[in-house]
């Protein structure tokens, strides 16, 4: 057998980088950004106010107190959005709402609550009730996040909502990010039918290319063909070709990678096969060049780690990402297990506030317990048994 990082490097070093293009914000979400992001703005753009209240003189307000109210005589209005810049002098102030650029002759807010009347005697005359801090109270300067040309994204990240909404801020309308990797995905067995098709003995629900199909485009991938072949190896050659034709950058097969009798991808893919030391997903096919191709187990259990493990990475370096593996914490462990001799182990848990334990009985079968499992719990090759209380490396996944 191999190592799990030797399979894992010969993939990366086959993985070319996708070419780059400028998107819209409105269609850059879950995409890799290329290059940075800069300001193009100052932000915040100008002197504004932090709260609803008054501007005001510091000068006037510095002493004020319940004990010691200080009158002041409200001589103007600026709602958010107003250009309005309203002079005022001494014993005077302006009734400034939240966001509103600040009066060229104000240096501190007072907000309502600070006042005797709040809002609701907030225009004409006011009584100060509680004096600002300092100078610049509830004030945000401008520039004070970031300047005209900061840099807000770094390139290589995922552009989440959280992401996009800053580079909105900052006055952006389109980024550069990487094109969307193309995949096929691919299911072979003579034994699989469409889910809620009438199932005959020896039959069972294709659930591989859901399974794949969906962490594709979880990963930023475009899924350009999903199809499920028998074991004739016809209908494999076909979807091959289907795959190139239609502009694939990676195609991904499920079964007929192992040591039956009937291994449809060993017998027709342009692959290397190996033997690698993890468990689930021992078998593993890869052949470089164009397309990519992966060939993964058919149980579920080791399509799933399979993916997280070799084909997830691949497809984040083809885009330019700089993390290209999932968050990696140490959690205790609540219910024991075994663990296979000489292999890493990749077992399915459910996360609690206690710590981890395994989400089914273990075998790579188990599609339907996959769908409960919340992580994957690492387990060096050399460890028999995983003990109550064991503290374990977890691979966290949405």
């Not at 300001?39 to 003189?57: C, E, I, K, T």
């Not at 694939?248 to 060993?266: H, L, P, R």
């Not at 084909?311 to 075994?338: F, H, T």
């Not at 599609?367 to 060096?380: D, F, K, Q």
């Amino acid at each position: 057998m191999i190592t799990v990082e030797e399979h894992r490097d010969r993939v990366l070093a086959a993985v070319p980088t996708l070419e780059a293009t400028r998107v819209p914000l409105v269609a850059a979400l879950g995409r890799i950004l290329r290059e940075p992001v800069h300001s193009a703005v100052d932000l915040p753009l100008f002197d504004n106010s932090a709260m609803d209240g008054f501007a005001v003189r510091f000068a006037d307000v510095a002493g004020a107190s319940a004990d010691n109210p200080v009158p002041l005589e409200v001589v103007a209005d600026i709602p958010a959005g107003s250009a309005a810049d309203p002079a005022f002098g001494p014993g005077q102030a302006v009734r400034i709402m939240t966001g509103a650029p600040l009066p060229r002759d104000a240096d501190a807010i007072v907000p309502f609550e600070d006042t005797a009347g709040g809002l609701a005697d907030s225009l004409g005359g006011i009584r100060v009730l509680v004096s600002p801090r300092a100078t610049g109270a509830h004030i945000r300067p401008q520039g004070e996040e970031h300047r005209v040309g900061d840099e807000i994204l770094p390139a290589g990240i995922e552009l989440g909502g959280r992401q996009l909404a800053a580079a909105a801020a900052a006055g952006v309308q389109d980024v550069v990010v990487s094109r969307m990797p193309r995949v096929a995905v691919i299911s072979t067995g003579d034994e699989l039918r469409p889910p809620g098709a009438p199932l005959e003995r020896g039959q069972i629900p294709e659930s591989n290319s859901v399974l794949l199909e969906g962490l594709c485009r979880e990963n930023g991938a475009e899924v350009v063909l999903t199809m499920s072949v028998t074991d004739d190896g016809d209908g494999l050659r076909a979807a091959l070709a289907d795959a190139t034709a239609l502009g694939a950058d990676v195609v991904i097969t499920s079964g007929g990678v192992s040591e039956g009798a009937y291994e449809v991808v060993k017998n027709v893919a342009r692959m290397q096969f190996d033997k690698v030391a993890m468990q689930p997903g021992k078998p593993q096919g890869f052949g470089d060049g164009t397309p990519l191709l992966f060939g993964l187990p058919g149980n579920p259990v080791s399509v799933a780690v399979s993916f997280e493990v070799f084909v997830r990475p691949a497809l984040r370096a083809m885009q330019g990402s700089a993390d290209l593996d999932r968050l990696v914490v140490r959690l205790p462990v609540i219910e024991a297990w075994r663990t296979p001799p000489e292999r890493r182990q990749y077992r399915p848990v459910l996360v609690t506030r206690d710590g981890v334990r395994p989400a089914s009985s273990g075998g790579s079968h188990l599609a339907a317990s996959l769908g409960r499992a919340e992580a994957y719990a690492i387990v060096p090759a050399d460890v028999d048994t995983v003990e109550v209380g064991d503290v374990v490396d977890v691979m966290l996944v949405p």
